[in-house]
């Protein structure tokens, strides 16, 4: 969401931001709603003044006898009750108007964002490990699974496709992999461990920037809620409408939930396996600190998801991405890709995002120096730390084993109850 005051004074700079975001300029538009908005506004606290004036009038002129002024200013004032209502309902609707196309607009994006298209264009910043040397052809995870426990037959009976059931070995190295994830943001990251719920109203999804625009992305029930597709929503919106000391920034959260997603916009993408399903589980991580302090924290944040990664010995490789892949509501993303050998290439584990003040200022959350009136609005962050599904994924690939079992990395054994190898099912 955008500051339209700004966009009067940079009319030009915010039109260059977009172009850089693939969307047409917009100021001029804009800049015309909130003028006819502000007109409308002047004009209705015009004419209550003139009917607070008129009414007072109307006793001057009864005690002066001048009765026909008194008719006048009465007639007048009837009027003016009469046309208020017009006038505050056009201002409103305008407002409305306003809001709603500010509201449609992406993030502008951070000045070291390259430019690019798309996904093709986002530059590679970092690699960490060497992919092993596997001495058989490896498998990719859905064919890996059909004897080790993964059910997508099961699941498509009970749900349709996109869904998977997990059993045995596979369920519990995913629930350790979510156990593993939490403790090592919460006691050596300094994220406070939070259960939040995973149906929100509109307002919680109108302030991470998934809704209006994306709601077909999203599951919505039957009643006033709709299941999260990710807990930056829930954890995020924690500061809703607060105004937060800068003595206690920076605010850093993470949760383990379920996700839902329609996967509206990825028809035909990732049909097969587990890589994009409806409902998986993530670890999330999300920051409250200051806009001067947000770059900073994006790094910090980045390292925490790359922590998960080199602690499991998964190679990986961190990427910038191009203002065409950068997401809706961020202005920088890391994306950490891990290797995955099955498919033979780096895939999507986690994407760790600066939103600057745009969620701020559609929430409503802001931050004062202790004792003074003047505020800001907070700077937003947020990342996964990691998608578990995908976690799961690239464990499976990476450790797999000639007869088709999957060791267990060694910092998730003490979750395995003493299972250090996942073996498939007799035949």
């Avoid at 002047?42 to 005690?63: F, L």
Wanted: glycine fraction near 8%.
């Amino acid at each position: 969401m955008f500051d339209i005051k700004w966009i009067r004074e940079n009319g030009d700079a915010f039109d260059a931001g977009l172009k850089r975001r693939g969307a047409e300029p917009q100021a001029s538009q804009l800049i015309a709603l909130d003028a006819e908005s502000r007109a409308l506004q002047t004009e209705w606290q015009q004419a209550q003044a003139r009917r607070n004036e008129a009414s007072k009038s109307i006793g001057k002129a009864k005690a002066q006898g001048d009765e026909a002024q008194a008719q006048a200013l009465m007639a007048e004032v009837a009027q003016l009750k009469t046309d208020m209502p017009d006038i505050e309902a056009r201002q409103k609707g305008v407002a409305a108007r306003l809001k709603d196309a500010l509201s449609r607009l992406p993030n502008l994006a951070h000045p070291s964002v390259p430019d690019g298209a798309d996904e093709d264009d986002n530059v590679e910043e970092k690699k960490w490990g060497t992919p092993r040397h596997i001495d058989f052809a490896p498998k990719e995870h859905d064919a890996l699974g059909e004897r080790l426990g993964m059910d997508f037959e099961g699941a498509a009976a009970l749900s349709g496709s996109r869904f998977v059931v997990l059993k045995g070995g596979l369920a519990r190295l995913e629930r350790a992999l979510g156990q593993y994830m939490l403790d090592v943001q919460t006691s050596e990251n300094g994220y406070l461990e939070v259960a939040p719920p995973v149906l929100v109203r509109d307002d919680a999804l109108f302030g991470t920037g998934q809704l209006p625009k994306f709601s077909e992305d999203l599951f919505k029930t039957t009643g006033d809620h709709w299941l999260i597709p990710t807990a930056e929503v829930v954890l995020t919106n924690l500061v809703r409408e607060q105004i937060i000391d800068k003595d206690q920034l920076p605010l850093r959260f993470t949760a383990l939930t379920n996700c839902f997603r329609s996967e509206a916009g990825a028809a035909g993408k990732d049909t097969r396996g587990m890589i994009r399903q409806h409902q998986f589980n993530k670890v999330e991580l999300v920051s409250i600190t200051t806009v001067d302090k947000a770059d900073e924290e994006l790094e910090r944040k980045t390292r925490a998801a790359e922590m998960i990664l080199e602690k499991l010995e998964l190679p990986y490789r961190r990427m910038v991405l191009c203002t065409g892949d950068v997401g809706f509501s961020a202005m920088k993303t890391h994306d950490l890709e891990v290797w995955l050998p099955g498919q033979g290439r780096y895939r999507e584990i986690s994407s760790c995002s600066n939103c600057g003040d745009f969620q701020a200022r559609r929430m409503g959350a802001r931050t004062r120096q202790k004792g003074e009136k003047q505020t800001e609005y907070v700077a937003t962050l947020n990342g996964s730390g990691l998608a578990v599904g995908r976690t799961l994924i690239a464990v499976m690939e990476n450790y797999q084993n000639a007869d088709g079992s999957v060791t267990v990395p060694d910092v998730l054994r003490p979750y395995m109850n003493g299972l250090d190898v996942i073996r498939p099912e007799a035949d």
